[in-house]
């Protein structure tokens, strides 16, 4: 930042405590595509048969492709429901006068801290007795329920940016509420929606426990429930073939992270997880 | 005007501009989209979500938590089912043996379905005939009287193994039978000559229903039991440990170690430390396990220096909890990290020049100007991680399973367990619902006090358009 | 079109902010809300156009009756502050917004368009979007947006208040000009006098949520009817000195100097403590009864130089002089009050 410190300790400091995380990565991607004799670290081959599993179905687990097709379903399917909620109740929220507007807020606020899988087992229950258990339908709604609190928290905050003045010049200018929502302000929060849908969509893809408990079966499984099954199946064990479905699995995540890094820096500190 | 407007909207059209001014008229959709209940309309199907997903789940976590619910008892109405248990608590719960007895003993009847049943297993058409006849209606208190009968027919059968056979079907007993409603079951029993009063048809009725009843036992349950107090302990350092090591700790580390640096190197290091949580949990786990394995990552540094290969995860509660809370800081330490370093970004640099003129040195400026900017950062992350860390439980189900030995089980964990996954099969919804109730409790009272961190009077300052 | 605010009242909760004001703008004049900050001349702009709604009384255009409909019925364009052009439009659909929203065809939208643009001297800049504008033709902009669908009434909310000086002045002929040719009513909300005096053809001032007096800008000046309303207009402002009348001459207290003033406001005044007001340009070398006092202060304005004169007790007369003056910071001066031109208030701080 400024010149007076030397900034060579700080970086090495921070290079050593930063290995491992180097370390894992750089082996995850390296193992999927090489062996190593036992007992040692040092790949002496290459070799593809790690990724057998992209053309042989596993005996006992879906293919990989079914499952890769039920998370771009979970994913998007979320994503899309959870834009266009939240954009509408983000904005009724941030601008419109309304019975119970604070209370809404309030609400939503807690809800965006309130820990979600606390509620897993009544959400079991529910969706086993109006039988939605095992189906995409289910987890997807589940999920997106899920998201909402966060996504209208994000959305409302975006919008608060907004000018009041816009919507003052195009209620002026002859527009209704609604044209002033979908003409005016919509545009002006593009950066938030595509930050937020985004962020939903890698939160879909990597959902782990919903998938697990709500949609267990094969042929609504999702590739995490895909990699957890392989992995806790001791009969099978094979960790450069486990590695390659999850770089398979990681994929499409460290793609939009590449691009898409700075919006998502936004997003994460204002994050709910872990 | 009203008039007006309902002849507008029914042509569809907006009136025609009128060049010298004076105001358009509006359509009725105009009107909707200009109403106070707009705010209603846009709102609609969040609330429809929050109802059906966190307002019913947290009512009904605290219904659930009243019940006896489990696999045994089904999760919808139960049946009626009188057999060897129900009947031993007849006896013992509300002192009916007799009638428990009675309830157990087996009864011949001669009846449509019996003789239906023994001529499609061959017996013969005459024999039965005759039985219609004669004991059509009749029933016999033991197989000897029914057999009896049969062999005062004159087209009896020849042999005693086939009047045995024959007898077999009328063989007549609610025991071990499942009734759908509780008058079924009475009405059965009243067929067998079994008539009960009020007092025994509530007895019965109790005993022989096997669906779940409301109950308090769970909390009864969850206070006596030792693995409550040990969950609880578990749970307690678990997030404290990783809060305080790691979210709080090693983050104000990444974001001040990284405001020491040129952008560039800084951009790197967040955006590794950010890969931690990007990456999906079960293969950031999975990278974990491959480290940890018996001939994992570790297991080979350390062979040559003559260290066995180990599961260096699950081989003792010590190594167990260094890994879980490993596992969960690193992903824990992003967000305040972030979180912190946006905070860092905000103090005026000539703050720092300031410093730097006035002599402070590095570690005097960290915390003279630094720290006491991020007081309320620090309190935000506290209060948030601490609610996420209490409840988490994926990096544990996926790294050690609670184990070894249940060492690392934390209470949400223990929930999951309980109700949703375990190797019995035997799952416990009430029970589990009763651990969850207690998060949920513990949750909405953190929440709203985390809701007070907010200026929440600003946030809900009145629309500028009235 | 005539406007009309009849026992108009605006609360916000409980704090009422217009307190039963009427007003009347007459048709094809501007006017100028002047008042400093939190006086309500905003919240009156935002009740005639219907973003707020109003407590109380009416709110007439020509003879129609607007109190309880919208914004969007009552066809008035409103240029803001920040200009609140869209930044996702180009200047071309910024000023065609309210025309299509009402349907227009694409040619008419174009024609009109085209026309106001030309109007307002942007026609060059139709294709650019509002951040590859410069703040004056920002303003431009939206004017042309307010101006494009013939609003009945042009409200301007602070509208040079974002310029810098230069464009301010040039802005301020601008405004004008275009109000004269369009020949529409205009509302300009300010806080600034000069902006009210220079583009108005009358000021209402206003202070506390009440018109304190409502003029043409050289009557304003000239006759104010409260010290708030002197000390309001005019740069550099005016100076006030405390006394008493007697005899029909008011004497300065730490000079003893004696200032006759007219046998109307003596009688009036009877004998009671008073406020006198004096402009710079009435105290000057030469003019009238001469009062000594201190040079303290002097600045430069080019053509024109302020002097601050310090009484013995420390009261301030201000002066304005063409550059020829020679005094200096310390000189000792004895210069003149035009006692005629002398504004004299009441202790209640009315004119007398």
New interface residues.
Partial sequence: MTGNYRKWPMILFLGILTAPIILMYFYLFVDTVTNSPPGSMIPNEWTAEHWRFLFTTIPGRPSIWTATLNTLLFATTTTSIVLVVSSAAGYALSRLNMPGRSLFLGGVLVLHAFPTVTLLIAIFLILQMVGLYNTLIGVILVKTALELPFGIWIMKGFYDTVPWEIEMAGLQDGATRFQVWTKLVLPQVKPAIMALGIFSFLAGWSEFILPLVLAPDNNVQVLSVYLAGLISDDTNFDMAMFKSVGVFYVLPVIILFTFFQSKLMNIYSGGNKG | MGNSNAEIAASGRVSAPDLRGGAPQLTRLQKIGNSRHLGLYLMAPAFLFVVLFFVAPVLLTGVFGFTNMSTATGISGGAYLANQSSMRALRDKHDFGELADQINRVVFTIDEAGLEAAAQAGASAATLKELNAKFFGQSFGKRRDVERAIKTLDNRPSSTRAIKAISKHFERSVFNIRFDSADDLLAALNKFGISLDPQQQAAVIDVTYTGWVFTTDNFKRMISLPDTRTTLYNTLFYVFTTLILFNVGFALVLAISTHYMDAAPAGFFRSVWLLPRITPPVLYVLMWKWLAWDTGFISAVLGPFGIAPKNWMLDSPTNAWTFIILINGMVGASMGMLIFASAIKAIPTSLFYASEVDGATRAQQIRHIILPQLRFPILFITSYQTLSLLTSFEFILLATEGGPGGSTEVWALSTYFKALNNYAGSLEYGYGAALALVLVVVGVAMSILYLKLFDFKTLTAPPKIE | ?RILLDNFTKKFGTLTVIDQMDLEIHSGEMIALLGGSGCGKSTTL?SI?????INGGRILFGDKDVTN??????????V?????????MTVEQNIG???K????SASEVKRKVDEIAEMVHIEALIHRRPGELSGGQQQRVALA??LV????VLLLDEPLANLDATLRLEMRSEIRRIQQETGITAVLVTHDQVEAMSMCDRIAIMDAGKIVQISEPREMYNNPVSDFVAGFLGSPPIAFLQGRITDGIFVEPSTGTKMPVNADIAKRANGGEVRVGIRPEFFQPGAGAAIKGRVSFIESQGRETLYNVTLPDGNILRSIQGSQSSARIGDEVEWGVDSSQMLVFGRDGMRL
């Fill in positions: 079109m935002f156009c219907g973003i707020h709604k409909i919208t914004s969007q019925e009552r066809n008035v364009g409103v803001f502050q920040s200009f609140a052009l869209y930044p996702h917004f309210p025309l929203l009402r349907k227009e947006r307010a669908r013939r609003p009945d």
